[in-house]
């Protein structure tokens, strides 16, 4: 069966650096684009950034661009979000996410804080 586990979330400085990593199975990896998202406490999940399959093309929401970037190592089977320059409204659950099977799939999410 399909499985996204994150890692890497954290309590970090305002102008701090984290990176969130995704390991992935069940699933043929390198034939997937995958997706970050981020769900903040009282607003709807969005949309962060995502990856086509072979890593060639990646897009941001506006607020991460610049700040924000997608990777993948397929041999790993893991999808990254380093994150730079972190702000009080990253602050949110960071989910990745892949479509397969005529299916969305979650990981169960990694909290990010930012925080002074």
């Known amino acids: 069966q399909v499985q996204l586990v994150e890692s890497g979330g954290g309590l970090v400085q305002p102008g701090g650096s984290l990176r969130l990593s995704c390991a992935a199975s069940?699933?043929?990896?390198?034939?997937?684009?995958m997706s970050w998202h981020r769900q903040a406490p009282g607003k709807e999940r969005e949309l962060v950034a995502t990856?086509?399959?072979?890593?060639?093309?990646?897009d941001y929401v506006d607020s991460a661009k610049g700040r924000f970037t997608i990777s993948r190592d397929n041999a790993k089977n893991t999808v990254y979000l380093q994150m730079t320059n972190l702000k009080p409204e990253d602050t949110a659950v960071y989910y990745c996410?892949?479509?397969?099977?005529?299916?969305?799939?979650w990981g169960q999410g990694t909290q990010v804080t930012v925080s002074s």
């Open positions: 996410c892949v479509k397969r099977f005529f299916q969305t799939f």
């Open positions: 069940g699933f043929t990896f390198s034939t997937a684009a």
């Open positions: 990856i086509t399959s072979g890593g060639e093309s990646t």
